[in-house]
């Protein structure tokens, strides 16, 4: 279901991280809902992500630089796994694919968004939508990393049911990006912007 209003999200920053799976698509509707409503987003890539949608959508989308490797310069030469989680106000992972959960659950870092995952550990809170395969998503490894997730304090949506890219119908669907918005504006609206200085008169 569309919301019936968008939340301001005006000095909000997003970092989204898109791991590889057939719901790319709707990180991209997900990216442009979040600039709509006035956030600014960064987006980070895994090599995976990236055989189904281009970084160019993105950048596009965010009129900003996408990220896709561990050896990128960011501004300043800061090491980009650190200043880009930093910067952030929220972390979302949509697609979350088995893959990735599994990474953050056992704490893997082998690449930009898995590191960047580890290192926004105390920075940034992360809300993660996760997309897979019915079967999948019951395994037993993936409940038991979500559960961990879970523990760790991360925030999970989804996934729906209905029909998967595999022809199947189950559930594993990723959350549609309007819901996945009105998640993460309940979470940034929870504090102020990192970006924004306190009003000491407030």
Not at 153 to 169: E, V
């Amino acid at each position: 279901m569309e919301p019936t209003s968008s939340p301001s999200l005006k000095d909000y920053e997003v970092l989204l991280c898109v791991t590889g799976g057939i719901a790319c698509y709707k990180a991209a509707d997900l990216t442009s809902k979040l600039v709509q409503a006035g956030a600014g987003v960064t987006v980070a890539m895994t090599d995976a992500a990236q055989e189904f949608v281009r970084p160019l959508t993105f950048q596009s989308l965010t009129m900003r630089e996408v990220y896709t490797s561990m050896w990128q310069s960011t501004e300043y030469y800061q090491s980009g796994h650190i200043s880009l989680t930093e910067r952030a106000d929220l972390i979302i992972v949509a697609p979350a694919t088995a893959n990735i959960i599994a990474k953050m659950a056992q704490g893997l870092a082998d690449d930009l968004v898995s590191t960047m995952i580890l290192a926004a550990t105390g920075s940034a809170p992360v809300l993660i939508a996760p997309a897979m395969n019915t079967r999948m998503w019951s395994a037993p490894p993936v409940q038991n990393n979500l559960k961990l997730l879970r523990d760790y304090g991360l925030h999970i949506i989804g996934p729906d049911s209905g029909r998967l890219a595999c022809g199947t119908f189950g559930e594993g669907r990723m959350t549609q990006p309007s819901e996945i918005l009105d998640a993460a504006a309940k979470i940034l609206l929870s504090r102020p912007p990192k970006g924004v200085a306190p009003n000491p008169g407030a």
